[in-house]
């Protein structure tokens, strides 16, 4: 796989079935960076048709990485148009249209973004005032830096007991701020059963 796990995920998966025992339930979505073995996990824990967001933040870097930096600026700008697209009968023509003009310009670009599949495109299955937060694991990065930069200069952390209780009291002393995430008004409403490609 080519992406790095250089970020947490938004859902760490347990690696046991004891952990459902111990309350962790099956998640309605998972946005993940695309870490190996990390999908393997949440479908053993959870099922083939548990629905998994690859994020667009960590799939683009590793495009650009196939790409000579002369190439930069146009693969961004065609990248930012299908992620972007406002419909997704238009995210799926712009997919078309990438995958066409880059198996020719550059394969390798190609094949990466070949690899992560339909899981690229699984937040345009949710209402789309949701696709913003759903399409990276930026909001729960941001988080996590957040909670870095604040216990930075303690090196070890007494117990696991510990991360819950400091990231509480830094949130309500008001040194880290918590944001609506965008759609938080719509996330009852479930995700459609159709991927991008069947919807095309």
């Not at 079935?17 to 111990?22: I, L, N, S, V």
């Not at 996990?41 to 690859?54: H, K, S, T, V």
């Not at 117990?159 to 002393?173: D, H």
Request: aromatic content about 6%; proline content about 7%.
């Amino acid at each position: 796989m080519d992406d790095p796990a250089d970020h947490p995920p938004v859902i760490f998966p347990a690696r046991t079935r004891k952990h459902d025992a111990r309350g962790l339930k099956r998640p309605e979505l998972a946005i993940a960076d695309g870490a190996p073995g990390l999908e393997a996990a949440l479908i053993a824990l959870w099922g083939e048709d548990l629905p998994i967001q690859r994020c667009t933040v960590h799939k683009h870097r590793s495009l650009l990485g196939h790409a000579p930096k002369h190439m930069h600026d146009e693969l961004t700008e065609d990248n930012r148009d299908m992620i972007y697209a406002e419909k997704p009968a238009e995210i799926a023509t712009c997919h078309k249209v990438f995958l066409r003009k880059w198996r020719l310009k550059r394969k390798t670009v190609a094949d990466s973004f070949d690899e992560a599949g339909d899981k690229l495109f699984t937040f345009a299955r949710l209402p789309q005032g949701q696709w913003k937060s759903a399409r990276t694991t930026n909001a729960i990065e941001r988080l996590n830096e957040d909670f870095r930069r604040r216990i930075k200069t303690q090196t070890v952390l007494p117990c696991a007991e510990t991360v819950p209780m400091l990231l509480w009291a830094l949130m309500a002393s008001g040194q880290i701020v918590m944001r609506k995430i965008d759609g938080w008004e719509t996330p009852s409403q479930p995700i459609a059963d159709e991927t991008l490609d069947q919807a095309a």
